[in-house]
């Protein structure tokens, strides 16, 4: 049980153009997700907290208006990197809170390069 | 801003030895506590959580906690080279309900036969 799903994998795009990470609780409803970066050799970075109906909780230093979060149902969360460029690859990795409260699921993670 | 502290490694032990990982957090009133492992390339997966002092065994993992030092630590015995892998510990936001977690940069871990 308590598995995350991240759609694509691995994506490659264009400068400039805008990318949707889908991340989707398979066996368990998530009212609150939270999305990751993570750069080579460095630790996970919280982005934004998502909850189901609502708007995400951005960290701070993190553009909302270039990351997109939609959290529409409980079992699924989409991240959009907005007008993307060579500095926004990196691995994003969701993560959905169970339904303990207590437990982060994460997903297997979602590879973007920018060329 | 809370801090997640971990020794930095690389952490380099043969086959069958005691693995130790240290972090140290500067919340003092933090609950609870969460390791992590991450091979190359994939995403974490939890090993164990430990919230009261003392030590959590499980299987050949073993979690530490000591709260009045902000200190914990995972021992893994009988280290195999499955084991090789980067750790990240993890301590929870006490003042989120939201389950918000803060990570340490991790401990890139190797076990060589």
């Known amino acids: 049980g308590a598995v995350v799903s991240q759609h694509p994998s691995w994506v490659i795009c264009k400068s400039g153009t805008s990318v949707k990470i889908e991340c989707r609780s398979l066996d368990f409803q998530a009212t609150t997700m939270f999305w990751y970066r993570q750069f080579p050799k460095q630790s996970l970075m919280l982005m934004a907290t998502?909850?189901?109906?609502?708007?995400?909780?951005?960290e701070q230093g993190v553009e909302k208006d270039k990351f997109l979060i939609n959290h529409a149902s409980l079992t699924l969360s989409t991240l959009t990197v907005t007008s993307a460029h060579p500095e926004d690859s990196s691995f994003y990795i969701c993560?959905?809170?169970?339904?303990?409260?207590?437990?982060?699921?994460f997903g297997p993670g979602t590879r973007l390069t920018v060329t | 801003q809370k801090e997640v502290e971990q020794n930095s490694g690389p952490l380099s032990v043969p086959e069958g030895a005691i693995a130790s990982l240290n972090c140290t957090y500067s919340d003092r009133g933090s609950q609870s506590f969460f390791w992590y492992r991450q091979y190359s390339g994939k995403s974490p997966e939890l090993i164990m959580f430990i919230y009261s002092n003392g030590d959590k065994e499980d299987g050949r993992f073993t979690a530490q906690l000591n709260k009045a030092s902000q200190y914990v630590s995972l021992l893994i015995r009988d280290s195999q080279p499955s084991d090789s892998a980067t750790y990240l510990c993890?301590?929870?936001?006490?003042?989120?309900?939201?389950?918000?977690?803060?990570f340490g940069r991790g401990t890139q871990l190797t076990v060589w036969p």
């Open positions: 993890a301590v929870r936001d006490r003042g989120s309900t939201l389950g918000r977690l803060y």
């Open positions: 998502s909850n189901e109906g609502s708007k995400a909780t951005y």
């Open positions: 993560s959905a809170l169970g339904e303990s409260s207590y437990e982060q699921y």
